[in-house]
């Protein structure tokens, strides 16, 4: 069965700092991929999409970057974290024909 | 453009009433339209999924959802709710290869 790991859970991470999110999906080959924030008491916003590997969309200028390098493998990074980062990151794979999207369990992030 | 609208930002239902959560879309073609739950702190689960055929779905947890093309609505319920329904609820619009969401509407249960 195709699953969606995402870690970590939790991070607190100083103004300035590096940052690297994870995602992977198992049981499955070629999936579309996405990364959401959802900032507090706010919907989703889309972030990246990835429909395959090395490759990224991004919908939004942010100081956040996107990257694919494996088929099943999907990291959301940033060089140097701003307070306005902080949010809820979910890593999301598309599954296809309209039968929906599948998330991971999601990463609380707060820059301080 | 395309657009999801959810009216309603909190709603407040007894344990055991009925619950109705609007959402409207605005959308060219036929939809693909979803409905998901997030609890605090957790991502996101999908309830259920119209794509074509009847109109009314059923989800999980006791969710139903119809889609009226005449009113552009996919409106999400359940006919007697409970204290564990308590979450956030968004529709969605699947738009090429991104969904298109709502804001949400969180629901709140009162004892």
């Known amino acids: 069965s195709q699953t969606i790991h995402q870690w970590p859970a939790t991070l607190v991470q100083p103004v300035g700092s590096p940052l690297s999110l994870e995602c992977t999906v198992e049981g499955t080959s070629n999936p579309n991929l996405y990364w959401y924030r959802q900032a507090a008491g706010r919907g989703l916003q889309l972030l990246f999409y990835s429909v395959g590997i090395g490759q990224i969309s991004s919908e939004v200028p942010q100081n956040l970057s996107a990257s694919r390098p494996q088929d099943r493998q999907f990291i959301l990074s940033s060089k140097k974290l701003l307070l306005s980062d902080s949010g809820f990151y979910l890593c999301a794979w598309r599954w296809g024909g309209g039968n929906g999207y599948t998330f991971g369990s999601g990463t609380r992030l707060t820059v301080v | 453009a395309q657009s999801v609208t959810q009216p309603d930002i909190h709603i407040t239902v007894s344990e055991g009433a009925s619950l109705e959560l609007r959402c409207n879309y605005s959308y060219g073609a036929t939809p693909y339209l979803f409905w998901y739950v997030q609890s605090p702190g957790q991502g996101l689960q999908l309830l259920l999924k119209?794509?074509?055929?009847d109109t009314l779905v059923q989800g999980i947890k006791g969710f139903e959802a119809e889609f009226k093309r005449s009113q552009s609505s996919f409106n999400l319920r359940k006919p007697s709710v409970h204290w564990s329904d308590a979450a956030e609820y968004f529709c969605a619009v699947d738009s090429n290869y991104q969904l298109i969401w709502g804001a949400g509407t969180k629901l709140i249960i009162k004892p």
């Open positions: 119209y794509f074509s055929g």
